[in-house]
């Protein structure tokens, strides 16, 4: 027995205790300043569109516009404003389902085949008014997938949406699906801007944009991707970008494969 050696535990106790209280401060801090980075970003993000739809309709309201293609000009501008404000708030409510994980999923067990084809289907028609050339590499493999269709629907959705955006002149969007022993990838590539290497794993981040989507009012909230992430990884998978700026972007995402599974049940017994 030594009391040197239970000084010194106390102080080693003393000290492991210390350096926690201090980690606990730190990220504490952390927190609240990415709280109000947060809030800070919302209120500028919703105030900006507002404002713009207020000059617009104080504009007609105070009989500055004079004629019918001018009426049509503002209203254009109303009409994609409030869309811009839709779309925010329909995200910031995603959002805080996942950030509060509120996220529930409704997994099934489908076919990967049906799945894809079913939102690639869904996808089309606004594609092709948005005149955007979808390549659908085929076959896609047929595995079975234990997903929530409606949430992987809402990925490819934000996904596709994205490409769109931040697209070239002559959008082309091509979609593959591999698998690979017990995982499925998928690719999503297309031929726009691409992103700068540095940021390929920033713009996961929620409200983390790029800086010229910023600058050249491409419509978003910089949740898009932060959504999917979270949706991916509620399936235990992953996704990530591989860019570089001219290059276009690809978009991967890799899911397990459920093989246990021999059959899909469609409603009628199987054989
Ligand atoms: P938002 O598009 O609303 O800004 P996202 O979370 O969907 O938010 O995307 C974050 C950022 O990632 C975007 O601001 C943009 O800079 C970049 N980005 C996303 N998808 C693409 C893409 N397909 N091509 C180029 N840049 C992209």
Redesign the pocket.
Known sequence: YNKRDEIGRFIKGFNTMRDHLKQSIAKQQLYEKNRKELIATISHDLRTPLQSIKGYVEGINDGIVQNEEMKKRYLHVILSKTNQLNRLIDDLFEFSKIDLDQLVMEKQLVSSDECFTNILQDAEVDLKQKQVQLVVKRPIPDVVINIDPKRMEQVFT?LLD??I??GASEIEITFAVNVHKMTLEIYII?N????AEEDTER?FEHF???E??RSRD?G???????IVKSIIKAHEGEVWAESKIGQG?KFVIVIPVKLEVTYIYTGSKPD
Do not use: E, F, M, V
Not at 192 to 195: P, S, V
């Open positions: 934000n994205n490409a955006r931040y297309d726009g801007d691409g992103i713009i983390y944009r790029g010229k989507s491409h978003g909230t910089g949740l898009g991707l932060a972007s």
